[in-house]
Protein backbone atom coordinates (compact mmCIF):
# COMPACT_ATOMS: atom_id res chain seq x y z
CA UNK A 1 0.00 0.00 0.00
CA UNK A 2 3.01 2.11 0.08
CA UNK A 3 2.36 3.89 -3.81
CA UNK A 4 -1.56 4.32 -2.99
CA UNK A 5 -3.21 7.46 -3.09
CA UNK A 6 -4.15 9.29 0.27
CA UNK A 7 -7.61 10.85 0.50
CA UNK A 8 -8.67 12.83 3.79
CA UNK A 9 -12.15 12.70 3.86
CA UNK A 10 -13.93 15.50 6.28
CA UNK A 11 -17.18 14.24 8.50
CA UNK A 12 -16.11 10.56 7.12
CA UNK A 13 -17.31 8.66 10.01
CA UNK A 14 -21.01 8.38 8.63
CA UNK A 15 -23.53 9.15 6.13
CA UNK A 16 -22.01 9.83 2.31
CA UNK A 17 -18.50 10.68 3.60
CA UNK A 18 -18.61 7.10 5.23
CA UNK A 19 -19.61 5.44 1.80
CA UNK A 20 -17.52 7.35 -0.08
CA UNK A 21 -14.56 5.81 2.32
CA UNK A 22 -15.87 2.47 1.53
CA UNK A 23 -16.27 2.91 -2.39
CA UNK A 24 -12.38 4.72 -2.49
CA UNK A 25 -10.86 1.89 0.33
CA UNK A 26 -12.27 -0.69 -2.41
CA UNK A 27 -10.48 1.08 -5.27
CA UNK A 28 -6.79 1.02 -3.10
CA UNK A 29 -7.09 4.39 -1.71
CA UNK A 30 -5.82 5.05 1.99
CA UNK A 31 -8.52 6.29 3.85
CA UNK A 32 -7.90 9.36 6.68
CA UNK A 33 -11.06 10.01 7.96
CA UNK A 34 -11.87 13.81 9.59
CA UNK A 35 -14.22 12.99 12.89
CA UNK A 36 -14.86 15.45 15.05
CA UNK A 37 -15.57 12.63 17.32
CA UNK A 38 -12.96 10.69 17.94
CA UNK A 39 -15.48 7.39 19.05
CA UNK A 40 -17.04 7.84 15.88
CA UNK A 41 -14.34 8.00 13.54
CA UNK A 42 -12.91 5.12 15.72
CA UNK A 43 -15.89 2.95 15.04
CA UNK A 44 -16.13 4.31 11.53
CA UNK A 45 -11.98 3.13 10.95
CA UNK A 46 -12.98 -0.31 12.94
CA UNK A 47 -16.12 -0.57 9.76
CA UNK A 48 -14.02 -0.28 7.27
CA UNK A 49 -11.05 -2.49 8.17
CA UNK A 50 -13.59 -5.57 8.36
CA UNK A 51 -13.75 -4.65 4.80
CA UNK A 52 -9.70 -5.03 4.21
CA UNK A 53 -9.75 -1.01 4.02
CA UNK A 54 -6.42 0.61 4.51
CA UNK A 55 -8.44 3.55 7.16
CA UNK A 56 -6.92 5.78 9.76
CA UNK A 57 -8.96 8.65 11.93
CA UNK A 58 -7.84 12.00 11.76
CA UNK A 59 -9.57 14.53 14.85
CA UNK A 60 -10.47 17.45 12.38
CA UNK A 61 -13.21 19.64 13.36
CA UNK A 62 -13.66 21.88 10.29
CA UNK A 63 -14.84 24.73 12.68
CA UNK A 64 -11.61 24.66 14.55
CA UNK A 65 -8.33 25.92 13.21
CA UNK A 66 -6.64 24.14 15.69
CA UNK A 67 -7.40 20.21 14.81
CA UNK A 68 -7.02 21.71 10.89
CA UNK A 69 -3.48 22.47 11.58
CA UNK A 70 -2.76 19.63 13.95
CA UNK A 71 -4.56 17.35 10.62
CA UNK A 72 -2.18 19.03 8.58
CA UNK A 73 0.81 17.98 10.28
CA UNK A 74 -0.47 14.76 10.61
CA UNK A 75 -0.82 14.35 6.86
CA UNK A 76 2.45 16.28 6.21
CA UNK A 77 4.61 13.63 8.60
CA UNK A 78 3.25 10.56 7.57
CA UNK A 79 2.94 11.05 3.75
CA UNK A 80 4.02 14.39 2.68
CA UNK A 81 1.49 14.91 0.22
CA UNK A 82 -2.50 14.74 -0.16
CA UNK A 83 -3.64 13.55 -3.42
CA UNK A 84 -7.89 13.68 -2.58
CA UNK A 85 -9.69 16.45 -0.64
CA UNK A 86 -13.78 15.41 0.10
CA UNK A 87 -14.58 18.26 1.58
CA UNK A 88 -18.09 16.54 3.00
CA UNK A 89 -18.44 17.78 6.75
CA UNK A 90 -22.16 19.66 6.75
CA UNK A 91 -25.19 20.92 8.68
CA UNK A 92 -28.34 21.80 8.08
CA UNK A 93 -29.96 24.19 10.89
CA UNK A 94 -32.87 25.56 9.38
CA UNK A 95 -36.01 23.61 10.78
CA UNK A 96 -37.90 24.08 8.04
CA UNK A 97 -38.62 28.08 8.54
CA UNK A 98 -39.03 30.44 6.06
CA UNK A 99 -36.13 32.96 5.29
CA UNK A 100 -37.89 35.62 7.44
CA UNK A 101 -38.52 33.28 10.46
CA UNK A 102 -34.37 32.06 10.40
CA UNK A 103 -32.21 32.73 13.69
CA UNK A 104 -29.71 35.21 12.53
CA UNK A 105 -27.14 32.80 15.11
CA UNK A 106 -28.75 29.57 12.46
CA UNK A 107 -27.54 31.45 9.80
CA UNK A 108 -24.11 31.74 11.20
CA UNK A 109 -23.53 28.49 12.70
CA UNK A 110 -24.84 26.88 8.92
CA UNK A 111 -21.72 29.10 7.11
CA UNK A 112 -19.33 28.60 9.87
CA UNK A 113 -19.27 24.86 8.96
CA UNK A 114 -20.71 24.66 5.39
CA UNK A 115 -18.66 27.72 4.06
CA UNK A 116 -15.86 28.51 6.57
CA UNK A 117 -15.14 25.68 7.37
CA UNK A 118 -14.76 24.12 4.11
CA UNK A 119 -12.55 27.32 2.66
CA UNK A 120 -10.78 26.84 6.40
CA UNK A 121 -9.72 23.24 5.40
CA UNK A 122 -8.92 23.55 1.37
CA UNK A 123 -6.96 26.27 2.36
CA UNK A 124 -4.86 24.93 5.00
CA UNK A 125 -4.74 21.08 2.95
CA UNK A 126 -3.96 23.31 -0.20
CA UNK A 127 0.19 22.79 -0.50
CA UNK A 128 -0.08 19.41 0.73
CA UNK A 129 -1.99 18.75 -2.47
CA UNK A 130 0.06 20.45 -5.09
CA UNK A 131 2.59 17.68 -3.77
CA UNK A 132 0.25 15.56 -5.81
CA UNK A 133 1.03 15.24 -9.15
CA UNK A 134 -2.82 15.00 -9.76
CA UNK A 135 -4.82 16.41 -6.96
CA UNK A 136 -8.56 16.46 -6.57
CA UNK A 137 -10.90 18.39 -4.16
CA UNK A 138 -14.63 17.50 -4.23
CA UNK A 139 -17.23 20.00 -2.65
CA UNK A 140 -20.13 18.68 -1.64
CA UNK A 141 -22.67 20.72 -2.82
CA UNK A 142 -26.50 19.89 -3.44
CA UNK A 143 -29.17 20.12 -6.09
CA UNK A 144 -30.71 22.28 -3.80
CA UNK A 145 -27.43 25.40 -4.29
CA UNK A 146 -28.75 25.62 -8.16
CA UNK A 147 -30.10 28.86 -8.23
CA UNK A 148 -31.43 28.20 -11.59
CA UNK A 149 -33.60 25.52 -10.03
CA UNK A 150 -34.57 27.23 -6.66
CA UNK A 151 -35.86 29.74 -9.45
CA UNK A 152 -37.79 27.75 -11.60
CA UNK A 153 -41.26 26.51 -10.27
CA UNK A 154 -41.08 23.11 -12.35
CA UNK A 155 -38.23 21.98 -10.24
CA UNK A 156 -38.84 18.82 -8.21
CA UNK A 157 -37.18 21.32 -4.94
CA UNK A 158 -38.81 24.65 -6.11
CA UNK A 159 -41.23 23.98 -2.60
CA UNK A 160 -38.13 24.18 -0.25
CA UNK A 161 -36.87 27.22 0.80
CA UNK A 162 -33.90 26.60 4.00
CA UNK A 163 -32.43 29.81 3.53
CA UNK A 164 -29.42 29.02 5.73
CA UNK A 165 -28.51 25.49 4.26
CA UNK A 166 -29.15 26.08 0.57
CA UNK A 167 -27.30 29.61 0.51
CA UNK A 168 -24.53 27.96 1.94
CA UNK A 169 -24.13 25.10 -0.59
CA UNK A 170 -24.78 28.22 -3.90
CA UNK A 171 -21.74 29.80 -1.65
CA UNK A 172 -19.77 26.34 -1.53
CA UNK A 173 -20.72 26.44 -5.57
CA UNK A 174 -18.96 30.36 -6.04
CA UNK A 175 -15.55 28.67 -3.69
CA UNK A 176 -15.44 26.11 -6.33
CA UNK A 177 -15.29 27.98 -9.74
CA UNK A 178 -12.80 30.57 -7.20
CA UNK A 179 -10.47 28.55 -6.44
CA UNK A 180 -10.48 26.52 -9.94
CA UNK A 181 -9.59 29.50 -11.25
CA UNK A 182 -7.10 30.00 -9.20
CA UNK A 183 -5.62 26.83 -10.07
CA UNK A 184 -6.33 26.31 -13.58
CA UNK A 185 -2.46 26.42 -14.26
CA UNK A 186 -1.92 23.90 -11.73
CA UNK A 187 -2.35 19.89 -12.22
CA UNK A 188 -5.29 20.42 -9.56
CA UNK A 189 -8.93 19.97 -10.30
CA UNK A 190 -12.03 21.06 -7.89
CA UNK A 191 -15.36 20.37 -8.34
CA UNK A 192 -18.59 20.42 -6.93
CA UNK A 193 -20.76 17.60 -6.43
CA UNK A 194 -24.77 17.16 -5.89
CA UNK A 195 -25.26 13.43 -4.50
CA UNK A 196 -28.92 13.91 -5.30
CA UNK A 197 -31.56 13.76 -1.85
CA UNK A 198 -29.58 10.38 -0.15
CA UNK A 199 -31.08 9.38 2.99
CA UNK A 200 -28.91 10.80 5.55
CA UNK A 201 -28.58 11.91 9.15
CA UNK A 202 -28.75 15.96 7.86
CA UNK A 203 -32.42 14.76 6.58
CA UNK A 204 -33.30 12.84 9.29
CA UNK A 205 -33.45 9.65 6.28
CA UNK A 206 -35.92 11.16 4.36
CA UNK A 207 -34.16 11.28 1.25
CA UNK A 208 -35.28 8.73 -1.13
CA UNK A 209 -31.57 8.24 -2.86
CA UNK A 210 -29.30 5.42 -0.70
CA UNK A 211 -25.61 6.52 0.29
CA UNK A 212 -24.15 4.34 -2.51
CA UNK A 213 -26.13 6.28 -4.98
CA UNK A 214 -25.15 9.49 -3.41
CA UNK A 215 -21.74 8.68 -2.87
CA UNK A 216 -21.38 7.72 -7.00
CA UNK A 217 -20.46 11.23 -8.24
CA UNK A 218 -17.95 12.24 -5.12
CA UNK A 219 -16.21 8.86 -6.06
CA UNK A 220 -16.26 10.08 -9.74
CA UNK A 221 -14.99 13.23 -9.45
CA UNK A 222 -12.33 12.29 -7.02
CA UNK A 223 -10.72 10.15 -9.00
CA UNK A 224 -10.81 12.47 -12.51
CA UNK A 225 -8.59 11.82 -15.12
CA UNK A 226 -6.54 14.24 -15.85
CA UNK A 227 -8.46 15.45 -18.63
CA UNK A 228 -10.95 15.58 -16.56
CA UNK A 229 -13.12 18.66 -16.16
CA UNK A 230 -12.74 21.33 -13.13
CA UNK A 231 -14.48 24.09 -12.24
CA UNK A 232 -18.05 22.67 -12.54
CA UNK A 233 -21.38 21.43 -10.66
CA UNK A 234 -21.72 17.80 -11.33
CA UNK A 235 -24.40 14.74 -10.43
CA UNK A 236 -24.19 11.69 -11.75
CA UNK A 237 -26.05 12.47 -14.87
CA UNK A 238 -23.82 14.91 -15.78
CA UNK A 239 -23.98 18.80 -15.39
CA UNK A 240 -26.08 20.31 -12.65
CA UNK A 241 -26.80 24.30 -13.69
CA UNK A 242 -26.01 27.05 -11.33
Same mark, same amino acid.
Given at each position: ???????????????????????????????????????????????????????????????????????????????? =????? /?? $????? @??????? %??? #????????????????????????????? =????? /?? $????? @??????? %??? #?????????????????????????????????? /???????????????????????????????????????????????????????
Amino acid at each position: MGNSKIVLITGGNKGIGFETARQLGHLGFTILLGSRDETKGKEAMAALKTENINAKVITLDVTDLDTIQSAVKQIDDQYG =SLDVL /IN $NAGLS @LDGGVPP %SQL #ELVNLRMTYETNVFGMFSVTKAMLPLIKK =SPAGR /IV $NLSSG @LASLTLN %SDP #ESEFYGLNLLAYMSSKTAINALTVLFAKELRDTS /IKINSADPGFTSTDLNGHRGYRSVEQGASIVVKLATLANDGPTGGFFDENGVVPW
